[in-house]
RNA sequence: GGCGACGUGGCCAAGUGGUAAGGCGGGGGUCUGCAAAACCCCUAUCAGCGGUUCGAUUCCGCUCGUCGCCUCCA
């Protein structure tokens, strides 16, 4: 398969070192419910790592926490109870979340404040190397222009970062570029010892530590949101490498594009965002990853209602398919290896979800058209849910929440009554409990075997 | 100011040097007591201007527009 690497800016096959593919994706600073662009960005690796494991490789996947940092504090503090606590909580509420939208848990979920001691021994050997240096203040920081390669990830020469102006100037640093690997405690913070003093990590020597603790050097691929590229994947690298003195750190990079709200971004710090718990009720899990797939996942993608919808209903017609009962023996079959084939050509293409997806459509087309025709579709339903299952999508039938609907069982005798209302011909009066039925969100449809009922969306 | 991405039908979104997947929506049919679902048919010339080419939406340049990063961020 192709995958394109930031790095190199290229698309080439990729091709694991060994036999296990080595992931790290860049994990959430648990200090607040996640949202639909965390989502995106989970669900997108989720895919990839789903389509490698489809593919016959082991996968050993690795997603840090940042369970300390500043934002953590600091709403601890308006909370008034512990970081740690704090971290802890939206930790457990992120879990939740990732298997409610279905994504594969991580062979290991490392917590930052669980790793001190080798982000210590990474950063005295920095110092060592020279790469790194301390202040009186307890400060350690990076030296950006000891590596020639800094700023090759993200493109950019190291003088023009500069330019930006926006650098904050530190009067310890002995370069505005240069950044934190270790931050002196301030009052009333978490802090761990070190041989600088009380104080805790800097954001970006975690991963660093992380990804050579659990996955070693180099690692196959490293993922993350479009916007980690500049500064702290470009940061990652310079340690990493400057500690181990080897290159590549990674073999490709990943990056996924931005959820956007409108106009802009979708941010926690922007306010204007949407919790993967809200989506996931408004849209289900396959509504959401429908979303995210629709596009590639170097792209942009716009969050609305309408293209949520949109999405939500494209793929309840995979689940229609998936879901529909064929004769129980027939002549012909449904022949889906064409679509099996378009499904893998795509996803072999740097991960082209939209084009599988459109397989997928096709496919479901094809089925409903042979059950129409009488032909047998069992093979080609198993083919669907195969594929729908690399993409996470798990089609349920359409009326598959309905034990969780309170009203259940007056619903069920509503119809109940409507049957015997159709067997007598009283149309009117069968027509007039569905027309009420649909007021309150409830869509009944009559087919051979019955009639069949759901919640119908919006 | 620097770096980068993008601009395809009403909306979302793939894609290719030889006249453009799929989904949503819309229109018309088939089926159905009716409706729904499903199926069939219809619904684009790819921001603009130049250039390269036998031929460009696809390659190059410019213009316009949108967005991102350069600061915490998936």
């Known amino acids: 398969m192709k995958l394109s690497d930031t790095l190199t800016g290229e698309k080439t096959e990729f091709i694991p070192q060994g036999d296990v593919v080595r992931i790290y994706v860049c994990g959430v600073t648990p200090y607040t419910d996640s949202h639909l662009g965390h989502a995106m960005s989970y669900i997108i690796f989720d895919v990839l790592r789903r389509y490698l494991e489809y593919r016959g490789y082991t996968v050993r996947h690795v997603q840090n926490f940042t369970d300390i940092d500043d934002r953590i504090i600091a709403r601890a503090n308006e909370q008034g109870i512990a970081p740690i606590a704090l971290a802890e909580r939206f930790i ?61 990830l993200s493109h950019r020469d190291v003088d023009d970062l500069l330019s930006g102006a926006r650098v904050e100037p530190s009067t310890e640093k002995e370069d505005p570029l240069d950044f934190a690997l270790w931050k002196a405690a301030k009052p009333g913070e978490p802090s761990w010892d070190s041989p600088w003093g009380p104080g805790r990590p800097g954001w970006h020597i975690e991963c660093t530590a992380m990804s050579l603790k659990y996955l070693g050097d180099p690692i196959d691929i490293h993922g993350g949101g479009h916007d980690l590229i500049f500064p702290h994947h470009e940061n990652e690298i310079a340690q990493s490498e400057a500690f181990t003195g080897r290159h590549p750190f990674v073999r490709y990079w990943l990056h996924n594009g931005w959820l956007q709200m409108g106009g802009e971004k979708m941010s926690k710090s922007l306010g204007n965002i949407v919790s993967i718990r809200d989506g996931v009720s408004r849209y289900g899990a396959d509504g959401l990853r429908a979303f995210v797939l629709s596009s590639h996942y170097r792209n942009p993608l716009t969050y609305s209602e309408t293209i949520l919808e949109a999405a939500s209903r494209g793929i309840e017609r995979l689940a229609v398919a998936a879901n529909a009962s064929g004769p129980a023996e027939a002549a012909e079959n449904v022949d889906a290896s064409s679509f099996r084939a378009r499904f893998l050509d795509a996803m072999d293409d740097d991960l082209n979800t939209p084009q599988a997806i459109a397989a997928l459509h096709d496919l479901s087309r094809e089925i409903n058209r042979g059950q129409a025709e009488g032909r047998g579709i069992d093979e080609s339903q198993r083919t669907l849910r195969e594929l729908a299952d690399v993409l996470g999508l798990r089609l349920p039938p359409p009326n598959a929440t309905n034990g969780a609907i309170e009203a259940a069982p007056f619903i069920e005798l509503l119809l109940h009554v409507r049957r015997e209302l159709r067997t007598a011909k009283l149309f009117q009066q069968a027509d007039h409990i569905r027309d009420k039925l649909a007021e309150r969100g409830i869509a009944v449809e009559d087919t051979a075997e019955g009639s069949v009922w759901k919640r119908d969306r919006g």
């Open 92 to 152: 457990q509420r992120y879990v939740e979340d990732m298997a409610a939208l279905g994504v594969h848990q991580p062979h290991v979920y490392p917590r930052a404040t669980e790793e001190v001691p080798e982000m210590l021994t990474i950063i005295t050997a920095l110092i060592e190397k020279g790469f790194a240096y301390s202040t009186p203040g307890g400060d350690v920081y990076y030296r950006v222009r000891r590596l020639s390669r800094y700023g090759e």
